[in-house]
């Protein structure tokens, strides 16, 4: 790994999924949920990943059987799992990446880790779609909560602004689809994601 400190993986799964209509965690593509996958994605290359939920998900089916960092803030969106982590271990980088990623891949994990900057607050793909930052499946490094607690306090929990505005690493993905997210029922059609029984 190319930063110094050890990183841990952080996937955030406790978002209320009001689009989707049934919990994105708990889709299913092959008979694997979209948080078992994404899980056992960040496992096969970090010693230690964590599930982000919500304080009412602690005990559901889907999250329970992993270590899971509970959300210490409220209406701060995503940002609420990665400051919550944060807290957590002050010391560590994390990896964080969203549940709703269905074509992220072994590449994309391996290439993010091996080209995370030690020089930068954060390291982050850059989208095939708008040349942005991905904040969802990005390194933040320990250096990076003084500046996200700046933006929050300018009430911006925006993590995409966030990156935007900060030092930020930005990388080319090798695998320019695999960070395509669903959001709702129209974007499942033809992805073989089923939604949960």
Sequence with gaps: MAVPEEVWGLVLAGGKSRRMGSDKASLKQGGETQLDRSMSLLGAHLDRVFVSARRDQADDPVRVKYEQI??????????????????????????????????????????????????????????????????????????SRATIDRFVRDRIHCPRKI??????????????????????????????IELAS
């Design 163 to 192: 990156l935007i505005n900060s030092k930020t690493c930005l990388l080319e993905q090798p695998n320019p689809g695999a960070l395509h997210n669903i959001n709702s029922p129209d974007d499942l059609v033809g992805t073989g």
């Design 70 to 143: 509970l959300d210490r803030y409220s209406d701060l969106g995503p940002l609420a799992g990665i400051l919550s982590a944060m807290d957590s271990d002050p010391e560590v980088s994390w990896l964080v990446l969203a549940c709703d990623l269905p074509n992220v891949d072994d590449d994309t994990i391996a290439f993010l880790l091996g080209n995370a900057s030690p020089d930068h607050l954060a390291t982050a793909y850059r989208s095939t779609l708008d040349g942005m930052p991905e904040p969802l499946c990005a390194i933040y490094r320990p250096e």
